[in-house]
């Protein structure tokens, strides 16, 4: 064991520790086990007698909330629904993943903006109030992206293009039969500790939805 974490030590770039990396690949497993096992399947919420179908496209708009500079922040993505309904504090939760483009424009205050490209996946659970009868939710997700470049700003710069994402949201579904979707989305991003330099960054956005 001593000589293969000896072996892993040298052979990673110079501010990267053994432990860090096997927290990171468990991270990695535990999201893809999250959405695999589950198997997608036909998730939909009830609200009365009306259905909402379990795929979805969705836009979101953003800006980063710190830093000397902000970031604008612009999102396409789809949305679909997996696993069981439970029934759980009074509420309903269910999960569903989110795959997206996002693109980042940094302001810069000598050389310019600068745009960067984000894809990433995120699994999410969601509650929905009122044993899932209610129009209103909460979602929680984590997630992992990958940028095109190290992402920069005049106070920020990411250490590694890869990235890890957690999200807090509260929404609403509204229209005849609750196909409509709006959120206020709280987002973080960052690489976990795996390389220093890891400011992240943590972004208010907000996401509008159709679900077919």
């Not at 974490?5 to 535990?30: E, F, N, S, Y």
């Not at 109030?129 to 990411?158: H, K, N, Q, V």
Request: glycine share 12%; hydrophobic share 40%.
């Amino acid at each position: 064991m001593l000589k293969q974490d000896l072996l892993l030590r040298r052979d990673l770039p110079r501010g990267i520790q053994p432990m860090r990396v096997r927290k990171t690949v468990a991270a990695c497993v535990g999201v893809g086990v999250m959405v695999v096992l589950a198997g997608p399947a036909m998730a939909q919420y009830r609200q009365g007698a009306e259905m909402q179908t379990s795929w979805g496209v969705y836009v979101e708009g953003g800006t980063t909330l710190e830093g000397r500079s902000k970031s604008d922040v612009a999102t396409v993505g789809v949305t679909y629904n997996f696993g069981p309904r439970r029934e759980m504090w009074g509420g309903e939760v269910t999960t569903h993943g989110d795959f997206f483009v996002s693109n980042w424009r940094a302001q810069r205050q000598f050389s310019g903006a600068q745009t960067y490209t984000q894809i990433g996946a995120i699994a999410n659970a969601r509650y929905r109030f009122d044993a899932g009868a209610s129009p209103w939710f909460m979602d929680l997700g984590i997630g992992l992206t990958l940028f095109d470049g190290y992402y920069e700003t005049d106070s920020r710069r990411f250490s590694t293009q890869f990235q890890f994402t957690e999200v807090l949201a509260l929404g609403r579904n509204f229209g005849a039969s609750g196909v409509h979707e709006v959120s206020l989305r709280l987002q973080h991003v960052s690489n976990g500790g795996i390389r220093e330099p890891n400011p992240g960054e943590n972004l208010v956005k907000l996401r509008y939805a159709y679900r077919f």
